[in-house]
């Protein structure tokens, strides 16, 4: 899900992001922004609303890999480089900010071919729950389907 937010006067792409609870760079590449590029007051912005209460952010610190990052929150690395725009191979570097799943969360990104069932499968839940959590659902490919498990 997403919405459209309007950039305040002295607002930057920083702030927004942090509003947001959504990474710079996740911001950027939802919106195609260059790295260079400053947002101005009254500017109209697409923010991914879903992650808010799913995803925590970390930063990476020097020597971490996504492969590492991946491995610590127990989700493969393809689905974690395109839960963040990047592609497995990208270089990540110290202070970066990656999106991840919090601990009672499964995400999973379609592939084509999935169905309700082999999705619902692999987050182990059923179709039912599947679809309570996830508003719409078009098994497109690379859609995020989500799964918070009930305390």
């Known amino acids: 899900m997403y919405k459209i937010y309007y950039v305040q006067y002295g607002e930057t792409i920083e702030d927004i992001a942090r509003k947001n609870i959504i990474t710079v760079d996740k911001l950027r590449k939802t ?4 790295m260079d590029y400053e947002v101005r007051a009254g500017e109209q912005l697409v923010v991914p609303t879903d992650s808010q209460q799913l995803f925590d ?3 990476v610190i ?3 890999t996504l492969y590492d990052i991946a491995s610590k929150y127990n989700v493969t690395v393809d689905n974690l480089a395109l839960l963040n725009g990047l592609d497995k191979q990208d270089y990540i570097y110290p202070g970066q900010e990656i999106l991840v799943p919090k601990s009672d969360v499964k995400f999973y990104i379609t592939n084509p071919g999935d169905t ?3 999705a619902a499968d692999i987050l182990e839940t059923n179709v039912e729950e599947l679809i309570a959590q996830n508003k719409i659902i078009y098994l497109l490919p690379e859609q995020l389907l989500t799964y918070k498990k009930e305390k």
């Open 31 to 34: 919106n195609n922004l260059g």
């Open 57 to 59: 952010t970390y930063i």
């Open 62 to 64: 020097q020597g971490d």
């Open 116 to 118: 309700l069932v082999s």
